[in-house]
């Protein structure tokens, strides 16, 4: 069946990059997205990409897809205390959208 | 995004309550979408409706019962919960059949006593 996993956390200093880390299993996903959640509020789309690209940027996000390994990242550059939040990647499956367990991004000052 | 609104955002009910959740979309969406999320769990996807159809039940129990009586609204009839239903509900609607990306609400923070 389709699955996506996380890690659960991730803690930087501002300024610095962020990395979160997203595996699915599902190879006939066509689109990847990733969604922030800030506390209180719903999911807000943030930037995806389609199956066939290897890498996409818009501004500080930069998305990496390794389709071989099923494996997808967001870099966040120079992350700010606006960043912190709940971030969630998900596949497009047969089904509907299938959501990570989402990582927590910790921004320290 | 501020094309899906949620009301109420937070609603506290007893267990013998009926009470129902409004989802809608200004967007011209087809597609509308129930989640649950809670803290121990990832989003869970309860009902989805395709131009006013239901098209998928994700096993959710009978006590939910979800209304879609246009492409714009959706709602989510409760009754007799239980404490373990405390959670956020999201609503969220997809553009068309071709694209994949979902748009949400802010939730209903909802909470059984």
């Known amino acids: 069946g389709e699955d996506v996993e996380q890690s659960l956390f991730l803690s930087v200093r501002e300024g610095d990059s962020s990395v979160i880390n997203c595996t699915y299993t599902?190879?006939?996903?066509?689109?990847l997205y990733w969604y922030k959640q800030e506390p209180g509020a719903g999911l807000q789309l943030l930037t995806y990409?389609?199956?066939?690209?290897d890498m996409k940027q818009d501004q500080r996000l930069t998305v990496l897809l390794n389709k071989k390994d099923k494996h997808l990242s967001l870099r966040i550059a120079d992350t700010q205390t606006g960043d912190s939040a709940i971030y969630f990647c998900?596949?497009?499956?047969?089904?509907?959208?299938?959501f990570g367990s989402g990582t927590r991004l910790q921004v320290q000052p | 995004e501020t094309g899906v609104t949620q009301t109420p955002r937070h609603l506290v009910m007893g267990m013998t309550n009926k009470k129902s959740l409004k989802c809608e979309q200004h967007?011209?969406?087809?597609?509308m979408y129930w989640y649950k999320q809670s803290a121990k769990k990832p989003l869970e996807l309860m009902f989805v409706?395709?131009?006013?159809?239901?098209?998928e039940n994700n096993s959710v129990p009978s006590r939910f019962s979800p209304e879609c009586p246009n492409s714009s609204h959706l709602f989510l009839h409760l009754h007799t919960l239980q404490p373990e239903d405390s959670a956020l509900y999201l609503c969220?609607?997809?553009?068309?059949?071709?694209?994949?990306?979902?748009?949400f609400g802010p939730g209903t923070r909802l909470t059984v006593t």
């Open positions: 967007l011209g969406h087809n597609a």
């Open positions: 998900a596949e497009a499956g047969r089904r509907a959208l299938t």
């Open positions: 990409i389609f199956s066939n690209m």
């Open positions: 409706y395709n131009f006013k159809e239901q098209t």
């Open positions: 969220a609607s997809r553009p068309t059949d071709t694209s994949y990306e979902q748009y």
């Open positions: 599902d190879s006939s996903s066509t689109y």
